[in-house]
């Protein structure tokens, strides 16, 4: 690589730049923009494309030397469901080709994220010479068999991930599950596994009683924490019944913290009253919480407060909360799908359980409360393994190590 070397992360709908955990944001906007700002650090010149999704916003948002979000007007200036991206897409790859003339660069390597991206990717790669990498965040192929309401976008996103696996570079599989589900779709292509990360120093820095008296929980309270987008996927509702069969009900302060989400009238709002209504009609408003959203700054706080943090996904194709609040040695009870089955290692590091089975998940929360020196031994093992294996920084060098070995080659123009 030479130091001015210009890569392009592209993420049409998960900008980097703005508040995590509103609305749509989530895995995806941390993911690239850490890796944008670690990859930074290693020489490259970094520059983020999302859509603008708001008149006022920034076009250009400077993140670091060398690493920076560029917003393109593609469609309204306005938030449009990912459902509804794909027309606008055409008019996305015209803009970067726009900007690369007016700032005069092209683009060697670019990096896509989500399907969307991934279409925008390829059809670049039609018209420049560039090396093309992917990560999906999710596949269509996993996620339409846990949903019930399929959108009529779905045989365009299908055919668009069978192409992107056959067709790119380098697809990158964040762990050796979404690697067997890809190989599920197709047998061509080549598909390497380098995880998510997470900031090891930002989660960790603090302990459990300083956490608790910042956030006013008291020492004695038993603490249930989840945290993330309220989509169905994320199977909340699991939760909350759990923690309405647990034993500890009634007998201890069990509290539960649901954080995350955006207002009413978004998606992620609905599914927010929904779950309201359900902890009302059970009866359980005294002792489960939902804060909205949680600032970036105040995350490890939460997750070192927690004595659990619990993650009920039906899928989940990685799951950067399990490695935050892993980074944070609080053990964590998870659903046994997708990325958590390679991050948790089950009772060693946190439990995993079936998807959807509210007792199962009562019973291994219960575990983890009961049992101090049990929830100590899983915490420290659980920070260990994320130093080990999760560090953004060590994500970014894998990554390096293969846009080089790509860009090295001949680069094939379709
Ligand atoms: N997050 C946050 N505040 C919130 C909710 C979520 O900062 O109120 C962050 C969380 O720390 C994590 C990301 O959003 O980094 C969620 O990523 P994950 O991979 O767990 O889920 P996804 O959103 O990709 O489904």
């Known amino acids: 690589m030479t130091a001015t070397q210009h890569i392009a ?17 989530g895995g995806q906007n941390v993911y690239v923009r850490q890796v944008g700002e670690s990859l930074a650090k290693q020489g490259w010149q970094v520059t983020m494309l999302t859509r603008k999704t708001h008149p ?15 917003r393109l007007t593609a469609g309204p200036e306005t938030f449009v ?35 969307l991206s991934s279409w925008v990717g390829m059809e670049l790669k039609q018209r420049q010479p560039t090396v093309q990498v992917h990560t999906h965040h999710s596949l269509g192929s996993v996620k339409y068999r846990s949903v019930s309401d399929i ?8 055919a668009t991930e069978k192409r992107c696996i056959e067709t790119i570079d380098r697809v990158i599989a964040t762990s050796p599950q979404e690697m067997e589900d ?36 008291s020492p004695e309270t038993k603490l249930v924490f989840y945290v993330g987008r309220f989509d169905p996927r994320k199977g909340i ?39 309201i209504a359900l902890v009302r009609d059970l009866g359980m408003e005294e002792f489960v919480h939902f804060p909205g959203r949680i600032a970036d700054g105040q995350m490890a706080e939460y997750y070192a407060a927690a004595d659990v943090c619990v993650l009920p996904s039906h899928y989940e194709p990685f799951g950067l909360v399990a490695i ?25 590091t946190g439990l995993l359980v079936p998807p959807k089975d509210d007792i199962a998940f009562a019973e291994a929360i ?29 994500v970014a060098e894998r990554l390096s190590r293969v846009y080089t070995q790509l860009l090295e080659e001949p680069v094939l123009q379709l």
């Not at 006022?56 to 560029?70: A, G, M």
């Not at 309405?244 to 009413?264: E, P, T, Y």
């Open 182 to 217: 890809m190989r599920k779709v197709t047998s061509k292509g080549n598909i390497e596994v380098i995880p998510c990360g997470t900031d090891i120093h930002r989660f960790g820095s603090i302990p459990k009683t300083t956490a608790r008296q910042i956030l006013g929980i």
């Open 237 to 275: 509702e699991t939760l909350v019944r759990a923690i309405g069969h647990s034993q500890l009900r009634g007998k201890a302060d069990l509290q539960l913290i649901v954080g995350g989400g955006s207002r009413s009238g978004h998606k992620d709002g609905d599914e927010r009253d929904r779950l």
């Open 81 to 115: 469901h990912r459902d509804k991206i794909f027309p606008y897409l055409p008019e996305f790859v015209t803009q970067i080709q726009h900007f690369q003339q007016d700032v005069g660069i092209q683009y060697s390597l670019i990096h896509t994220n989500y399907w």
């Open 56 to 70: 006022d916003q920034e076009p250009i948002v400077e993140h670091h030397d060398n690493c920076r979000t560029v």
């Open 324 to 348: 935050e609040a892993m980074a944070c040695g609080t053990p964590i009870v998870a659903s046994a799908v997708g990325g958590l089955q390679y991050t948790i290692a089950h009772e060693e």
């Open 9 to 25: 992360l592209i993420s049409v709908h998960g900008d980097p730049a703005i508040e995590i955990g509103k609305e749509e944001a």
């Open 151 to 158: 959108p009529p976008i779905a045989s365009t996103r299908l």
């Open 366 to 394: 219960d575990r983890i409360l009961c049992n101090p020196e049990f929830r100590e031994e899983l915490g420290l093992a659980a920070r260990q393994r994320v130093l080990e294996q999760f560090s953004w920084d060590s």
